[in-house]
């Protein structure tokens, strides 16, 4: 006869089994490691912004291709050079790294998914972003413009999303330690939001929020 002790362990055992089969994979990882993997919705990019590396980067045209040679859809930003990721994030605390390669005006964040494509990510309470223009750093939130002082231009920077904390924090990615904390106020779930006036950008998701965050 088992004992009441392995008894305990092969039921927990069988619990376990029974909550992954019964769950997506990659629901069970998000659960367990609390990342996000995204890639960026063509779908949202405007038409001076191409994608490459798997939708991953964008690339800034100055031309750009012509509005009228591109799908004409509602989720298409017009007036702004944005483009959208296609992950919803709504609970969680998620952490992704942007590259930055020959961009000196770009514009980096959360915006909510449904936000108005006639208006830039960071003028008003649908997204929440860090820009960074002329060489230095700012908080955007709702058309208020904040400085971040004692930051250089970035290679690489990540970005950490405490969504019930209800927090957007902008991460020294080489030494793991926050730069600046931006205070939000999510109504819903939001999606990564980029914007690109120069150079490009390459984004890395899938990744653990660092231990010491």
């Known amino acids: 006869m088992a004992s009441p002790l392995r008894s305990l362990v092969l039921g927990s055992r069988a619990l376990s089994c029974l909550l992954t089969r019964a769950l997506p994979r990659g629901d069970v990882i998000l659960a367990a490691r609390r990342d996000i993997s995204f890639k960026l919705d063509e ?3 405007h038409s001076s912004l191409d994608l490459f590396k798997k939708d991953t980067g964008i690339i800034y045209r100055m031309l750009g291709m012509d509005p009228t040679k591109v799908s004409q859809n509602p989720e298409r930003f017009r007036e702004w050079a944005i ?10 605390r998620h952490y992704w790294e942007v590259t930055v390669k020959r961009s000196n005006e770009f514009r ?9 494509r006639d ?3 960071g003028v008003s309470n649908r997204s929440w972003v860090f820009a960074y223009c002329h060489s230095k750093w700012y908080v955007m939130q709702d058309s208020k413009t ?7 231009h970035p290679s690489k920077v990540g970005l950490l999303l405490d969504y019930e904390g209800r927090k957007l924090s902008l991460v020294d990615s080489e030494k793991n330690s926050l730069i600046h904390t931006l205070n939000t106020d999510f109504r819903g779930p939001v999606v990564p939001a980029f914007a690109l006036w120069d150079g490009e ?9 660092p231990a010491n965050l």
């Open 201 to 209: 950008l390459l984004t890395h998701s899938g990744l653990d929020v």
């Open 43 to 45: 779908k949202t990019a």
């Open 108 to 116: 980096i964040g959360v915006a909510d998914e449904d936000m108005s």
């Open 83 to 92: 483009v959208l990721g296609n992950t919803q994030i709504g609970s969680g």
């Open 119 to 121: 208006e830039c990510i």
């Open 146 to 152: 904040f400085p971040i002082t004692n930051i250089g």
